[in-house]
């Protein structure tokens, strides 16, 4: 593995970050003047969301995906990269769906779903779409789940007629529920493995958003920090502050590393050696998730703990993705079980 990211890596996370920055939140205001449509359209003008291609083999590696998963995170911006272009994408891909499945997906047009437990833990099977939930769907064309037997597997297309939005704890991200009878639209047979690939580039996602969503609020009290004035001096220069920072930044960082080498597993390693360097990451990643953005909210004092300070917004954002496909707990069973089955 490149320990080091390429020219063209450095160049693809400059200008997310920039796209990130001028279209992601500054306050809890931005949640309701913010032009999702043109967000989503410049992500699409950038071939951003085309990373992971449904017509063609994969032009980005999943180190790009964790890049700009990451990027958008870290500035709040509320648009379903994650959900659509990254995990429905990718099942897509992965499936070898038709044109009339992916069309419009890459440019901006269209835009897809995935169904999951309530629980955010796992692809909802097609028999209990009524109590599964579309994760980071907002303004979805159709939805996908999982049909057929445990021995021939179908991913299944769902209408969204029968879907509504729901509060969720994430407000940047929104979450659909079915309100009607499902009515599946088409099918396709899927291959050996493919539920494990996905996995593994979904997990990688789910830890790049922990990442982001860590690093984004560690960012913005550094910068408070240096502008907040008490007892006559900043309060970045207290002790105490710059330790609980430098504390928050090693964990971060770490996360990031082994993010990044699962970002890199996806692709250059088989399935079973990429999805437990992705159950990896994620456990890392959710088991330091809460202590960071805490810390942060912490950090601010009295203010960070109101409606109006931007810290909360991470906090909600990092515990959701905590629990997207399993939080640290269920990732270390699986990484123990794979373990010892391969023993």
Known sequence: MRALLTDEQVMLKETVLSLATAHGMVNPGDLSTIDRGRTWQDLADSGILALRSTETDAAASGVEVALVTEALASALVPVPYLGSAVMAAELLRLAEAPPDWTQGLDDGQRRAGVLLDPALGA?????????????????????????????????????????????????????????????????????????????????????????????????????YSKARVQFGVPIGSFQAVQHMCAEALISTEAARSVTTYAAWAVDELDAGEALLAARTAKAYASRTARTVCETMMQCYGGIGQTWENIAHFYLRRALTSRELFGNEEVQLAEIADFRLRRA
């Open 123 to 223: 692809l909802a099977l097609l028999e209990r779409a009524p109590q599964a939930v579309a994760f980071d769907a907002e303004g979805a064309d159709f939805v996908l789940c999982l049909g057929g037997t445990s021995a021939h597997p179908e991913l299944v297309r769902l209408d969204i007629d029968a879907f509504e939005r729901v509060n969720a704890a994430d407000l940047t991200r929104g979450v659909l529920r079915m309100t009607g009878t499902p009515r599946a639209e088409a099918s396709l047979a899927l291959g050996d493995n493919v539920i494990d690939q996905w996995l593994a580039l979904c997990l990688v996602g789910a830890s790049a958003d922990i990442v982001g969503a860590m690093d984004g609020s560690l960012h913005r009290f550094v910068e």
